[in-house]
């Protein structure tokens, strides 16, 4: 701090980066199941503390209530960041750390959700229409399939792509977006072995 109590400049981004990641620890799905005396989403199906998870208590508005707030808590902090002007690179850096709070989140012993609703948030501030894009990815994979975890796998890998050709003024962003892609993927490995082995619970699917 300087003598007139400000935090210095060069730490700004350090302070925006920091406190995203610490709003994206914050996991909706289980305490949206606690206000409400639903059992926690980790232990159930896929162990995920996420909104597909919340939806197999049989809630489904407990599911939209926790779906919202990992949107939200994705968009939130990227959208103050564009409105405060700050550097294309904290942007960007912002919205990685927002998304990696809800993978890794500190509250929770580092053990999170796999990300897909953080990152359309993060997406949807970055541009809505990127945003729009990977949801009506995510509509039609999962309308065809009625699998959620090939619907969000499809969304991923198309969303660099979209960025490319959306933002490819804006490298930092499209760099972002793909960090993302390829986590979110990652993440959804243990699906991915399960859709090619033909075990995966889909929606109105029986294994």
Known sequence: MNELGFVPVTLI???WIVAAYLLGS???????????????PRTVGSGNPGATNVLRSGKKWAAALTLLGDVLKGWLP?????????LMWVVASVGLAVFFGHLYPI???????KGVATALGVMLAISPLLGLAA??????????SRFSSLA?????ALA???AWFLLSAYKDYVIAVAVMAVMLIWR??????????????GFGKKK
């Open 13 to 15: 981004p350090v302070v």
């Open 26 to 40: 914050v996991a909706f799905g289980i305490i949206v199941s606690k206000l409400f005396g639903l059992p926690d």
């Open 78 to 86: 990227v959208w103050l960041a564009l409105q405060s002007n700050m």
């Open 107 to 113: 509250f929770y012993k580092f053990k999170g959700g």
């Open 135 to 144: 949801i009506v990815t995510w509509i039609v994979v999962f309308a065809v």
């Open 152 to 156: 969000a796998i499809a969304a991923a």
């Open 160 to 162: 660099p792509v979209y």
């Open 188 to 201: 959804h490995r243990g699906n991915i072995q399960k859709l090619l082995a033909g075990t995966e619970s």
